[in-house]
C-alpha cells in the first residue's frame, strides 16, 4: 500500500559506521579500538584443552560458561560485531605488591560506563531500534581472542594481548551491537620472536608452554583467585607481593619501550595502594576490621578478594620477609577470627625463627581450639627448631 508516506518498514536500517564508532570510543577516553564480526573464536580449541587440563583450578565459572565461550553469538543471540576497546592503566607506574590493574578505581566500573555511554550515543544515532550490550570481564566471552580479531593485538608468550605501540598493561572491553560493522583486520604477526624473557622469569614457573599459563600456579591466581589455602611449595616465591602480579609483563621488552603514563584519574592508586612497601600494607591489612576493608578498598578490584583472602596473602608476605620487626603484627594475627589466616600467620611466624617467635607458637597453641590450625603451629614450631 502506498500512502504517500515512505514506507520505513523496508527504508535499509542505518547505524553509526565502524570508523564512527571508533571515534566515539576515542573520545571516550580509550586508547585502542577496533572492530571485529561476533563469531566462534580460533583459540576456541585452545581454551577447551587449557579447561581440559585442569589449568583453571577453582575458576569453575570458566567451565560453567564454556559453552558461550566457544561462540561470541552465544551470549546474547542477534548481536553480530563487537566494538573492541583497550584502556591503558599506566605500565610506566612502578611494580610493587598490589598490581598496578587494583591500584585506583575497579576498571570493570569505570569501563563499563564508558562502554554503556558508546552504546548509549550509537543507539541514539542508529535510524531504528538497534541494540548493544558492554563487556568487561562481565561475561562468557574470550576477550584477548575478541580483541586480537578486532586488530588490537597479538598474543604474547605470557598470554597477555600486546599492542606495538601501548605494550599490555591495559584492560579489554567490548561493545557488542546487533549492527553489521565494517570490521579490522586480525593482528595476525607474531612479535615475540624468539624472545623468552616472561617464561624464565616466572617465579613459580607457571607457564608450560609459551602462551599456556597452568592458571593454579600463577601468583595472580593464588592471591586473588583461589579460596583456601596457598600451598606450601608456592608461598616462597611469593616474595613482596599481595595482589596479583606483573612480573611476566615487567620484563616484556614491548612494555619497557611502550608503556604510556596513567592517563585516565580514576586509575589513580589510593590510599595504601599507593604504597611500595609490602610489608607496611601487609601489617595494615593484618590488623584491619571489616569496616576498614571496606573504608580502604570499597570501590576497587582488590574487592575480589575478601577480607580473610588478603589477611592471609599479607601473612605470606611476610612469611617471606622473616623480618623480627614484624613479629608483633603476626603475633596479635594469631588470634585473628579465621582459622584460614591463623594457619598462614604460624607458618609466618615459624619462617622468623627466633626465640621470641618460638615462645609466640607455644603461647598460641595452649589456647588454639582449631584442629587445623594447632597442625600448622607444630609445623611451624618444628621450622622455628630447624
Ligand atoms: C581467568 C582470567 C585470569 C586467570 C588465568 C589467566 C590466563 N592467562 O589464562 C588469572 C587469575 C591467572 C589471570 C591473571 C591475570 N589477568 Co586475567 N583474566 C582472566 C579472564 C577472566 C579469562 C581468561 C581466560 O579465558 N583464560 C583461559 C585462557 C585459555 O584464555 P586466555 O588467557 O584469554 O588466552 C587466549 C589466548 O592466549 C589464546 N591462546 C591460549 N593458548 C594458546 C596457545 C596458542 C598456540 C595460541 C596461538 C593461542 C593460545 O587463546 C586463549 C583463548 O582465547 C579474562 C577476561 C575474559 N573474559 O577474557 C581476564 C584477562 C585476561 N586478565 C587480564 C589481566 C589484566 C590479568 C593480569 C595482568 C592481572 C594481574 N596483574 O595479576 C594477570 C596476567 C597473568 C597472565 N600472564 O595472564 C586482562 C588481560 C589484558 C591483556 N592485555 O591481555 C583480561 C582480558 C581482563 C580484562 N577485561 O582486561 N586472569
Ligand atoms: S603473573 Fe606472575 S606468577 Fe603469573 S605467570 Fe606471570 S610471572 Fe608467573
Ligand atoms: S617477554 Fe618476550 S616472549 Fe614474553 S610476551 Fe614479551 S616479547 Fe613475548
Known sequence: MNNGLPDVSLAPRSAPSAAQAKAQAFGLGFDLAGVAALGAPETAPA???WLANGYAGEMHYLERGADLRRDARRPEPGMRSAIVVAMNYGGTQPSGPIARYARGDDYHDVMREKLDELGRWFVAASSSAARTRSYVDTGPVLERDLARRAGLGWFGKNTNLINPSLGSFFFIGALFTDADL???????????????????VCPTQAFTAPRTLDATRCISYLTIELKGEIPAEFRTAIGELLYGCDICQDVCP?????????????FEARGLRRLADGREIARAVLAMSREGYKAEFGGSAVTRAPLPRLKRNAAVLLGCAAASDDLPALIAALADAEPLVRRHVAWAVGRVRSDAARQALLDRLIVEPDASVVEALRAALAACAG
Open 47 to 49: 581454551f577447551d584443552a
Open 182 to 200: 565494517e570490521t579490522d583486520a586480525p593482528f595476525e604477526a607474531d612479535r615475540c620472536g624468539s624472545c623468552t624473557r616472561c617464561l624464565d
Open 254 to 266: 614491548w612494555n619497557r619501550k611502550f608503556s604510556r603514563e596513567l592517563s585516565e584519574p580514576a
